[in-house]
């Protein structure tokens, strides 16, 4: 079963709009979430995190939003760029804190 | 320059060989792990391991065998046992150094392994 769900596959957006990315959880002890970027075959690399006691936090383009009681949160990047164009992991802290549970991934393409 | 690093980047192997997949940072790095990514997949974590000469088994170990005799080092053996083993490998690590969010992992470029 699972606990972190990414529902869209993919998500096609034209440079300078929004990108918006979802992610669901089931498991109400996550208490840390974390956004990775990934290019193929390369390894992810981190983009933002937000902890439970937040309801948002920003870096630069990036904003992560968590709504708690509907166990969501989303990715949002403004303006969108075709370097954007790569897969997006959502990841949940279990709750020892010592691993991370990944979603599927969305892949989005920002055309030109 | 700090990091982590995987070797071979593709690797091929016979049905029913063993093999071992490298990974190694510098970071000084307490935690690291393995995971494995199939095509539409999100990354599954195979080991996991704490501290040296300790580690634990993830959702998905059955085939799979780790060691961690040094802090730097993590290799992963995928065993004849592993019905499907044909994948990407990304070896991970997490600690304070270079860290901007708590529980960041730092990933390694990976590993493709395909068996024939």
């Known amino acids: 079963d699972q606990q972190v769900k990414q529902n869209s596959p993919s998500l096609s957006v034209q440079e300078g709009r929004i990108s918006i990315l979802n992610c669901d959880y089931t498991n109400s002890m996550f208490d840390y979430f974390l956004w990775y970027k990934k290019y193929p075959a390369e390894g992810p690399t981190f983009l933002i995190s937000?902890?439970?006691?937040?309801d948002k936090n920003e870096d630069g383009r990036f904003t992560v939003f968590l709504n708690k009681s509907a166990k969501h949160l989303s990715l949002h990047i403004v303006p969108s760029q075709p370097g954007d164009s790569a897969v997006y992991f959502c990841?949940?802290?279990?709750?020892?804190?010592?691993?991370?549970?990944f979603g599927k991934g969305t892949t989005l393409s920002v055309s030109s | 320059d700090g990091g982590i690093t995987q070797s071979p980047k593709y690797l091929f192997r016979k049905e029913g060989q063993n093999v071992t997949l490298s990974c190694e940072q510098n970071?000084?790095?307490?935690?690291m792990y393995w995971y494995r990514q199939d095509p539409g997949q999100g990354l599954r974590l195979i080991y996991y391991?704490?501290?040296?000469?300790?580690?634990q088994k993830g959702d998905i170990a059955e085939g799979y065998s780790v060691s961690r005799e040094k802090k730097e080092s993590f290799p992963l053996t995928v065993t004849s046992a592993q019905k499907n083993p044909t994948a990407f490998y990304l070896c991970a690590s997490r600690g304070s150094t270079g860290a901007r969010s708590y529980n960041e992992q730092f990933f390694g470029p990976g590993t493709r392994l395909t068996v024939l």
């Open positions: 937000i902890s439970s006691i937040k």
């Open positions: 990841a949940a802290s279990n709750q020892a804190g010592t691993a991370l549970i």
């Open positions: 391991s704490q501290i040296v000469n300790d580690f």
């Open positions: 970071l000084n790095h307490d935690a």
